[in-house]
């Protein structure tokens, strides 16, 4: 079976916009990348139920979130002064869009019009105190996505926050709760267990995953285990990127920027701790983003900074991963999405 999966990209140097490329199931192969839509840096993507494409976008020097058809044919851009987001999600119940913008320190919020377009809705900027990290200097919004019960939860790299939001049908944001990691954490992004009120939050500052209960009723989270990404004797600079969970939700799985690799944790059957079993290269250098396949049986890696992919069959027994192709080229690549 062929899957389609489309690639964002920065488009700084030999890159033009979003790719695609195809992961032929049976053979194991990915392969025929083709540029599908001209497009500046869109550096994360996401899909509609409807079949909508939304990414990050720069244009003339203002930065947001474009919108496209199921086809792929450009409806609109909803673009203001300054930097580009980093991160989109959609909400189906509300039809509203989020986006983070890093460089701003703010929450946007778009609607998603009938057509599949873009109205901008409402914006929430942080302004609380930074952390002590030399990256910290200002509020740096990276992650905005909902929990499993609809709120938004928003990670903060810059304030060393985790916060909660309601929402309204209008996208007006109200904040219930903030969880504060340790200092220099720097939250990145965050995934929820399948089955369980469990949430695992990447540091990308120093290099940990934590382990957080998240309770329903007020939308605060709690810290159980706080684990490292990277082996104990490694002693280069590194930087947390992805973080995925398997749909069974037995394994967990991050990427190292700097220490090049996949870790892969084993998750109890609560969902409550992690244990380290495999770290495996990337196969290149800055693997920004990675993702697995819908059914779980393979994990597509794109390393930004030597400009390729590199494909991992998966054991869904042991969670495992297991080099298949490396060397693949793809310009720029920092979102690998399944389409």
Do not use: W
Not at 93 to 111: S, W
Not at 190 to 204: K, R
Not at 281 to 296: A, C, M, Q, V, W
């Amino acid at each position: 079976m062929i899957k389609n999966i489309l690639l964002g990209t920065y488009t700084r140097n030999k890159s033009e916009g979003i790719y695609q490329i195809q992961l032929d199931t049976e053979k194991g192969v990915l392969d025929n990348l083709t540029l599908v839509t001209k497009e500046t840096s869109p550096t994360y993507l996401t899909k509609s139920q409807a079949g909508n494409l939304y990414s990050v976008t720069t244009q003339n020097d203002e930065g947001g979130a474009s919108s496209y058809d199921a086809k792929l044919n450009f409806l609109n851009a909803v673009t203001e002064e300054g930097a580009p987001l980093c991160y989109v999600a959609v909400d189906e119940d509300r039809q509203l869009l989020y986006g983070a913008n890093y460089h701003k320190g703010e929450v946007n919020v778009y609607h998603i019009k009938e057509d599949g377009s873009l109205d901008a809705a409402a914006a929430v900027y942080h302004d609380e105190e930074t952390g002590p990290h030399k990256n910290q200097n200002t509020a740096h919004v990276h992650y905005t996505d909902l929990t499993p019960d609809n709120r938004l939860v928003v990670c903060d790299l810059g304030t060393d926050h985790v916060q909660t939001y309601d929402v309204d049908q209008s996208g007006s944001l109200t904040e219930v709760a903030a969880y504060v990691t340790q200092p220099g954490c720097g939250p990145r992004h965050l995934v929820f267990h399948p089955q369980e009120d469990i949430a695992y939050l990447f540091g990308e500052l120093d290099n940990t995953v934590a382990v957080l209960a998240y309770n329903s009723e007020d939308g605060s989270f709690s810290l159980l285990q706080t684990i490292s990404t990277v082996p104990d004797d490694f002693t280069g600079e590194s930087a947390g990127a992805a973080i995925r969970i398997s749909k069974d939700g037995k394994f967990l799985y991050a990427s190292n920027r700097g220490h090049n690799s996949i870790v892969v944790y084993q998750i109890s059957e609560d969902g409550k701790s992690l244990e380290t079993i495999q770290f495996i290269s990337t196969e290149g250098d800055g693997p920004r983003d990675f993702n697995l396949s819908p059914e779980n049986d393979y994990v597509v890696c794109g390393n930004q900074n030597t400009d390729n992919l590199s494909l991992y069959r998966r054991d869904a027994a042991t969670g495992l991963l297991e080099l298949l192709q490396k060397d693949i080229y793809a310009p720029e690549c920092v979102c690998v999405y399944f389409d």
